[in-house]
């Protein structure tokens, strides 16, 4: 049996930095094949790890995933209510719709948005879900469309990293991680009548547009 005769550290490329592999492997799941497709080919030539190169070209041939989003956040909360915020980036030439969200974070996840009411911010379910236009993006922001936690199961703190799932209309499911961050913005009221248990003082964590 052939073992490796050179170290882990002979496999680089030339001029290949780890800089960019890791910046690579950060983009998509598809960057991480990307990523090893290159390790190996790094690799190929000196040791006998070449049969994973196979499996790994069928995903190149797949379409991207309808839905991603960028730069998920979620804010901090003690317990109660919190929100998360991202851009949700359509890459079809179909519109994509949203109809509901699941967190491990809280029983209870709407998707939310906010509307002047008499006067009055307020915030609600968004009814027919969140729609993302044929190759455009939709901002989940504070103020704007939002995914509401209704009750927060465990402390929110900064740089935890909360699961979530977003369930689209056609069936498919986007899953992602949103990073805790600390947001201070103003307030707003939930719609009269709606309010759920474990609401705090009001305070929502949504701000003024
Ligand atoms: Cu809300």
């Known amino acids: 049996m052939a073992i490796e005769r050179r170290p882990a550290a002979a496999c680089r490329l030339p001029g290949q930095k780890r800089g960019i592999t890791m910046s690579v492997r950060r983009i998509t799941p598809a960057g991480i094949l990307v990523a090893a497709v290159l390790a190996l080919a790094g690799c190929g030539s000196q040791s006998t790890v070449a049969p994973a190169a196979a499996p790994a070209a069928a995903p190149a041939t797949s379409a991207a995933p309808t839905l991603t989003i960028t730069d998920p956040w979620v804010k901090t909360a003690k317990k109660g209510m919190s929100a998360a915020f991202g851009t949700l980036v359509n890459n079809t030439d179909a519109e994509v719709t949203v109809v509901s969200v699941v967190s491990p974070l809280s029983p209870k996840v709407e998707l939310h948005e906010v509307v002047d009411a008499a006067g009055k911010t307020i915030m609600r379910p968004k ?13 989940l922001q504070p103020g704007g469309d939002h995914i509401m936690l209704m009750g927060v199961t465990e402390a929110v703190k900064p740089g935890a990293e909360i699961p979530f799932t977003l369930n689209l209309k056609d069936g498919r499911t986007l899953e992602f991680t949103a990073v805790g961050k600390d947001f201070a913005g103003g307030q707003e009221n939930y719609r009269p009548g709606t309010d759920p248990e474990g609401h705090e003082g009001m305070d929502m964590g949504e701000s003024h547009g």
């Open 127 to 139: 009814e027919g879900g969140i729609v993302i236009p044929p190759r455009g993006t939709h901002r």
